[in-house]
């Protein structure tokens, strides 16, 4: 069986709900136990710092893609198992997503958010068929869950869309849900 790799799309910041950073910790730590590549934004800071330290600690394979201009922003984790710097944020997410097999996105802000519409948009179109599962916790995404079938009720997507996007509440949930996907 070949390298399964699991792109985290998550916040630079770790938010105001300690819960976020446990499961970004949790993520990290099934990714390397399960033997699973963490394919993420390279920064060591927020969530993004969380779940690499939690993914490296537990022995995992660590491939970090950062654009030069966040190198000293988003503190770029050198000494991960794979560190790529690139030009551009869209090169960045390019490769990113085209090294993985899976996305999971957990909290975060608008970079987030970008990286999670740009992987949807891709399966929409029929571009891949990687899984993309959306971990809530606490309900972080329930507000976007909710627009997102208002988009599909006001007739801007099929209902469809909706089945692009797996929804799990918590770091165990999404570990269960990649081990159905790579089985």
Request: with cysteine.
């Amino acid at each position: 069986m070949s390298l399964k790799s699991v792109c985290v799309y998550c916040g630079s910041r770790a938010g105001v709900d300690p819960a976020y950073a446990t499961d970004a910790h949790e993520i990290g730590v099934a990714l390397a136990e399960n033997g699973w590549r963490l394919v993420y934004g390279a920064g060591d800071v927020g969530l993004m710092g969380t779940v690499a330290r939690a993914a490296q600690d537990a022995g995992g394979n660590t491939f970090g893609v950062i654009p030069q201009h966040l190198v000293d922003w988003e503190v770029g984790k050198t000494d991960l198992t794979t560190y790529i710097v690139t030009e551009t944020m869209h090169e960045r997410k390019k490769v990113m997503f085209m090294n993985c097999d899976a996305v999971v996105v957990l909290p975060g802000g608008a970079g987030s958010l970008d990286e999670l519409f740009e992987a949807l948009t891709w399966r929409q179109l029929g571009l891949h068929e990687k899984p993309i599962y959306l971990l809530n916790t606490n309900d972080y995404w329930d507000k976007l869950i909710s627009l997102m079938n208002h988009v599909v009720t006001q007739g801007f997507a099929d209902a469809s869309l909706l089945d692009y996007i797996t929804v799990v509440p918590d770091a165990e949930a999404a570990t269960l849900a990649l081990r159905d996907a790579f089985s």
